[in-house]
């Protein structure tokens, strides 16, 4: 039983992690925008489709990739056995090797990591466009850094996530299901708006 409340605290830290990356990339972006920033949704909107396709290309890209299958994660040896502070060091950002894979793809185009990387393109391409466009002087700076930011954090945020589910059902073992039953039957009995 003490084992399983360890596992529970440890899974609870991963998730706080994540939640805090998610307010620490709606803070930096409220930080580093131009004052009307939140009137033109566009440029959020930009951040968060590229920082998604960035993201993508990173998940279609990992060296580990094959780790992300049932067989693999719920192999007490593999990936996904480490402890709380293996898998962060692991996890919480992007190794080198798969940086330098999403970026050999999206040069050569190559398979769903390169097209993930050709609309990170097309989005950096479209988010810049937009600050240059639409703001002046120190505002125009400003814009473009929160824009580079939110993609940052996003894809970030969105590479975490895949590795922290990987991790929590590893973790969680059958619990995992459990837990996913109890927030479905949550989700079912719900009380419904009335329209």
Request: charged share 10%.
């Given at each position: 039983?003490?084992?399983?409340?360890?596992?529970?605290?440890?899974?609870?830290?991963?998730?706080?992690?994540?939640?805090?990356?998610?307010?620490?990339?709606?803070?930096?972006?409220?930080?580093?925008?131009?004052?009307?920033?939140?009137?033109?949704?566009?440029?959020?909107?930009?951040?968060?489709?590229?920082?998604?396709?960035?993201?993508?290309?990173?998940?279609?890209?990992?060296?580990?990739?094959?780790?992300?299958?049932?067989?693999?994660?719920?192999?007490?040896?593999?990936?996904?056995?480490?402890?709380?502070?293996?898998?962060?060091?692991?996890?919480?950002?992007?190794?080198?090797?798969?940086?330098?894979?999403?970026?050999?793809?999206?040069?050569?185009?190559?398979?769903?990591?390169?097209?993930?990387?050709?609309?990170?393109?097309?989005?950096?391409?479209?988010?810049?466009?937009?600050?240059?466009?639409?703001?002046?002087?120190?505002a125009?700076?400003?814009a473009?850094?929160?824009?580079?930011?939110?993609?940052?954090?996003?894809?970030?945020?969105l590479?975490?996530?895949?590795?922290?589910?990987?991790?929590?059902?590893?973790?969680?073992?059958?619990?995992?299901?459990?837990?996913?039953?109890?927030?479905?039957?949550?989700?079912?009995?719900?009380?419904?708006?009335?329209?």
């Open positions: 039983m003490a084992s399983l409340a360890w596992v529970a605290i440890e899974a609870l830290v991963a998730v706080l992690v994540a939640l805090l990356l998610l307010r620490g990339a709606s803070g930096a972006f409220s930080l580093a925008a131009p004052q009307d920033a939140e009137a033109v949704p566009l440029l959020h909107v930009a951040a968060l489709g590229t920082g998604l396709a960035l993201g993508l290309s990173l998940l279609l890209a990992l060296p580990h990739g094959e780790a992300f299958r049932l067989a693999q994660v719920f192999d007490d040896k593999g990936r996904w056995g480490q402890d709380l502070g293996g898998f962060l060091a692991g996890s919480l950002i992007p190794a080198r090797e798969t940086l330098h894979a999403a970026f050999l793809a999206a040069r050569r185009i190559d398979g769903p990591a390169g097209f993930a990387g050709l609309l990170t393109l097309a989005g950096m391409l479209a988010g810049a466009g937009v600050a240059l466009r639409l703001w002046r002087g120190l125009r700076l400003r473009l850094v929160a824009f580079l930011l939110l993609t940052a954090c996003v894809a970030l945020l590479h975490y996530a895949a590795h922290l589910a990987a991790w929590l059902a590893a973790r969680l073992n059958f619990w995992v299901f459990a837990l996913l039953l109890l927030g479905f039957q949550r989700w079912r009995y719900a009380p419904r708006a009335a329209h």
